[in-house]
């Protein structure tokens, strides 16, 4: 795992709502269309070919927007199970707070604690990186 990958945690979890918007949004002009069945399809044979075309860019953003959303889980998970493998307690906080709740650095230092400052914090993070990144 590498650092680019963590700093980007909090922006996956927010692309992944708006994807999940997305796709709600286009399923909705779907079931909008008229001779449109929930599925996506027409309804009939004798639909206009400008709602088939429609239909077809609609299905096509979903498919889109999903494959998108299936790649942005994958790398939460992906990150997750990095951060749950941290053995130290103290180290996994740091990453918590850091990654998942996108704390700055001195916000992290004064969470945890115990005399910690913003350089200890930063350098326990980077010292596991080094021996336990990518």
């Given at each position: 795992?590498?650092?680019?990958?963590?700093?980007?945690?909090r922006?996956l979890?927010?692309?992944?709502e708006?994807?999940?918007?997305?796709?709600?949004?286009?399923?909705?002009?779907?079931?909008e269309?008229?001779?449109?069945?929930?599925?996506?399809?027409?309804?009939?044979?004798?639909?206009?070919?400008?709602?088939?075309?429609?239909?077809?860019?609609?299905?096509?953003?979903?498919?889109?927007?999903e494959?998108?959303?299936?790649?942005?889980?994958?790398?939460?998970?992906?990150?997750?199970?990095?951060?749950?493998?941290?053995?130290?307690?103290?180290?996994?906080q740091?990453?918590?707070?850091?990654?998942?709740k996108?704390y700055?650095?001195?916000?992290?230092?004064?969470?945890?604690?115990?005399?910690?400052?913003?350089?200890?914090?930063?350098?326990?993070?980077?010292?596991?990186?080094?021996?336990?990144?990518?």
């Open positions: 795992m590498d650092f680019q990958r963590l700093e980007n945690f922006y979890k927010k692309a992944k708006i994807c999940e918007s997305q796709i709600r949004e286009v399923i909705r002009s779907l079931g269309l008229p001779g449109v069945n929930p599925g996506g399809t027409p309804a009939g044979g004798n639909r206009l070919s400008v709602q088939e075309r429609a239909v077809e860019r609609l299905e096509s953003l979903r498919r889109m927007y494959y998108r959303l299936e790649r942005y889980q994958k790398e939460l998970i992906e990150v997750e199970a990095f951060i749950d493998g941290i053995d130290n307690v103290l180290t996994q740091v990453f918590i707070l850091r990654f998942v996108g700055s650095w001195p916000k992290v230092a004064m969470e945890i604690g115990g005399g910690n400052t913003e350089d200890s914090v930063r350098k326990v993070c980077s010292r596991y990186l080094e021996k336990h990144g990518d």
